[in-house]
């Protein structure tokens, strides 16, 4: 796989992952879900999540399990988290290497094809979950009222450098 197809996700959202269509996800034959915290469910410098993102969580748990993978070494803010929702998690998960994403992956026992990898950044989240052979999924990030971050400098970065190696975003 090249490096523009490992950057380009399955979808390109420009809304939050508390905006995004369960519906959509299920009807793409998602089975499982693998969400990065920091930033794609927990804004950044918070240990609160935003009540969007709680709502969210839970419509989606009563349907797929759900998987929190972070890179955040912190197993108890990222604990914490995980404990609020009920949620099994791993930390440190050193994204995009893929031994980490890969154990949480045996555990849901289903084709990779079946699982999504829901993330802010492309070059972490995005890679870590082609790399595998996973539906992806790109969010803004979240704001600490549930909203899109106005002023991502890191996300608008990735999307820029991708754009400059030659991977297209459209379709």
């Given at each position: 796989?090249?490096?523009?197809?490992?950057l380009?996700?399955?979808?390109?959202?420009?809304?939050?992952?508390?905006?995004?269509?369960?519906?959509?996800?299920?009807?793409?034959?998602?089975?499982?879900?693998?969400?990065?915290?920091?930033?794609?469910?927990?804004?950044r410098?918070?240990?609160?999540?935003?009540?969007?993102?709680?709502r969210?969580?839970?419509?989606?748990?009563?349907?797929?399990?759900?998987?929190?993978?972070?890179?955040?070494?912190?197993?108890?803010?990222?604990?914490?988290?995980?404990?609020?929702?009920?949620?099994p998690f791993?930390?440190?998960?050193?994204?995009?290497?893929?031994?980490?994403?890969r154990?949480?992956?045996?555990?849901?026992?289903?084709?990779?094809?079946?699982?999504?990898?829901?993330?802010?950044?492309l070059?972490?989240?995005?890679?870590?979950?082609?790399r595998?052979g996973?539906?992806?999924?790109?969010?803004?990030p979240?704001?600490?009222?549930g909203?899109?971050?106005?002023?991502?400098?890191?996300?608008?970065?990735?999307?820029?450098?991708?754009?400059?190696?030659?991977?297209?975003?459209?379709?």
């Amino acid at each position: 796989m090249s490096l523009r197809q490992l950057l380009r996700p399955n979808w390109l959202i420009d809304r939050t992952l508390a905006d995004l269509p369960l519906q959509d996800l299920l009807d793409q034959g998602i089975r499982a879900l693998v969400l990065d915290v920091d930033r794609t469910l927990l804004p950044r410098g918070q240990a609160v999540l935003p009540e969007s993102a709680v709502r969210w969580l839970e419509a989606a748990r009563e349907q797929l399990p759900i998987h929190l993978l972070s890179n955040n070494p912190s197993r108890q803010r990222i604990g914490a988290v995980a404990r609020q929702l009920g949620l099994p998690f791993t930390t440190s998960a050193g994204k995009p290497r893929r031994s980490a994403l890969r154990r949480v992956l045996s555990q849901f026992a289903l084709p990779h094809h079946q699982v999504a990898l829901i993330g802010d950044r492309l070059f972490t989240d995005v890679i870590a979950g082609n790399r595998l052979g996973l539906f992806t999924v790109l969010v803004k990030p979240i704001d600490p009222l549930g909203q899109p971050c106005q002023r991502d400098r890191l996300q608008n970065l990735e999307l820029r450098m991708a754009h400059w190696i030659g991977t297209s975003f459209g379709g």
